[in-house]
């Protein structure tokens, strides 16, 4: 996972709205997961690891919006759940990061 594209998540969900502040060190922590498990997936399945990047950094943009729209947030936490689908044998933790960051977003009334 890119420095860029890390900066980006961080950023959004330090902004996640005051009240869902108590989430935002879980989440941060989780993202810190991701990051690993992304950049050990990069070497043998780049392709993938850029689309889960990709789909954690809009989930995360789509979070911390003001003025959500539901829809794109969606979209975006199931592209997210889609993107890693088929590694639940090889990289359990990667999917199961996902999963968590995925019902940690919904749990917070996004």
């Known amino acids: 996972m890119s420095e860029e594209t890390l900066k980006r998540i961080e950023a959004a969900i330090k902004s996640i709205e005051a009240g869902s502040s108590p989430k935002r060190p879980e989440l941060l922590g989780l993202l810190k997961t991701l990051k690993t498990e992304v950049e050990g997936l990069a070497g043998t399945h780049g392709e993938q690891a850029h689309s889960i990047a990709g ?11 003001k003025q959500k729209a539901e829809e794109m947030l969606k979209h975006s936490v199931s592209g997210l759940s889609l993107s890693v689908e088929g590694f ?23």
């Not at 990289?91 to 199961?96: A, D, F, G, N, Q």
């Open 88 to 110: 639940e044998a090889s990289h359990p933790r990667l999917v199961e990061t996902v999963n968590n960051i995925c019902t940690m977003l919904a749990g917070i009334g996004v």
């Open 55 to 65: 789909y954690a950094a809009v989930a995360a943009y789509e979070a911390s919006r």
